[in-house]
């Protein structure tokens, strides 16, 4: 069992940065994910990162502007959001599982941390 707590949410001006931390409760070789979900939207993948550090994208939504990195010895995995736009404000979760990419299974989640970015 692990347990995943993120932090590092809150409001921010368009343009502007946030750095997002999931806290896992012990050490893992799981990989790890960060989700988001808006409003009355699915669930969408951001980044996944393996114990490796190998690092999955999905999509260009992110790239550029988001960066993921772990910590293992700290057991900790970061979300660095930079440029943030009002279209990433959502709830935004880390979850471990086997695999590291948008379609792997995931088995512990997350409470999620809000993020919300004004225009």
């Known amino acids: 069992q692990v347990q995943l707590v993120e932090s590092g949410g809150g409001l921010v001006q368009a343009g502007g940065s946030l750095r997002l931390s999931c806290t896992l409760s012990?050490?893992?070789?799981?990989?790890v994910a960060w989700f988001r979900q808006a409003p009355g939207k699915e669930r969408e993948f951001v980044l996944g990162i393996a114990y490796n550090g190998g690092i999955t994208y999905d999509g260009d939504s992110v790239k550029g502007r988001f960066t993921i990195s772990r910590d293992n010895a700290e057991n900790t995995v970061h979300l660095q959001m930079n440029n943030l736009n009002p279209e990433d404000t959502a709830v935004y979760y880390c979850?471990?599982?086997?695999?590291?990419?948008?379609?792997?299974?995931?088995?512990?989640w997350g409470q999620g941390t809000q993020v919300t970015v004004s225009s």
């Open positions: 979850a471990a599982g086997p695999g590291a990419g948008p379609g792997d299974r995931y088995e512990y």
């Open positions: 012990r050490r893992t070789f799981y990989a």
